[in-house]
């Protein structure tokens, strides 16, 4: 009985610590939901007005019989994949979910070029059979539009050359309890319908739309960016929750077991001490 007790305190001390890191990562995730649902609101409004404008440019584009690539589409089989995922675990559901849709679309694409972004993407992806052209690790736990930028350039540097299409697969986030996986077009620039723009516009038509597609672009990559790191502490919030709920529970079941063994353990040695007691006064 020593020996359970002694098991028992181990168990008892090691979940203790786990539940003081899990309790730990549960506040450190609300804090980071908070800010970044905060830049997530403040990102939003860029796309908001920039959007119709394009779509503008876009009509007065086709009224003219001009062709922008960014809007319009190019002539190229392959097709880009964007693969927003984590740098780390401990977030439930969000790195399998992620990787399994990258996964239903690269099997339907056989000529699909992979752009990873975060490790745990980069992991399972480096052994598959499908081509990695660029790998973003550690570069965005903390989302700005310089990098948003940077994946910019490098998808207009592989559009029209060797791929046709760009999509990418995200954590959306619709609320605090409500995340999905999204597979979105991002190039062509997805723009919706609207009436040709009476502009005068100056140097071109074309110049002024490629400029706004670019960073029209580069907006969308930032929202996608946050929506993605929004959702991933709102699910490793969920995740860290449940996992000190569960060491709360299996701490008050262990700790009745070992006080259990204790008072047993003490019993037994009562009844030693009146044992011996008993014999000397026989004796």
Not at 97 to 110: G, L, M, R, S, V
Not at 144 to 167: I, M, N
Not at 202 to 214: F, I, M, S, T
Request: hydrophobic residues 45%.
């Amino acid at each position: 009985m020593p020996a359970r007790a002694r098991y028992l305190y181990r168990r008892i001390h090691n979940i203790r610590h786990v539940r003081q890191i899990t309790s730990a990562m549960y506040t450190i995730a609300a804090t980071q939901v908070i800010q970044r649902r905060k830049a997530l609101t403040a990102a939003r409004p860029f796309s908001e007005a920039a959007l119709p404008l394009l779509a503008g440019l876009a009509a007065t584009l086709r009224q003219e019989s001009l062709h922008v690539d960014l809007l319009h589409g190019v002539n190229a089989p392959g097709q880009g994949l964007v693969v927003v995922n984590s740098d780390r675990g401990l977030c439930g559901r969000y790195v399998g979910d992620i990787n399994e849709a990258a996964e239903k679309f690269a099997k339907a694409h056989p000529q699909v070029l992979l752009l990873l972004g975060g490790d745990k993407a980069y992991r399972p992806f480096r052994r598959r059979p499908w081509r990695i052209v660029r790998t973003y690790l550690r570069s965005y736990d903390r989302p700005s539009p310089a990098f948003a930028r940077q994946v910019a350039e490098d998808l207009v540097e592989l559009y029209g050359k060797d791929v046709g299409e760009v999509h990418a697969v995200y954590m959306h986030f619709r609320g605090e309890l409500v995340q999905k996986v999204r597979v979105e077009r991002l190039l062509p620039l997805p723009v919706p319908e609207a009436q040709p723009l009476n502009l005068l516009v100056e140097p071109a038509l074309e110049e002024v739309a490629q400029g706004l597609a670019r960073t029209v672009l580069v907006g969308r990559l930032l929202e996608i960016f946050l929506h993605a790191k929004t959702a991933e502490h709102a699910i490793r919030r969920e995740a860290m929750k449940a996992a000190t709920d569960n060491a709360d529970e299996l701490l008050e079941k262990l700790v009745v077991q070992y006080n259990k063994a204790r008072q047993h353990r003490i019993t037994a040695e009562l009844a030693d001490i009146m044992g011996g007691a008993e014999a000397l006064r026989e004796e």
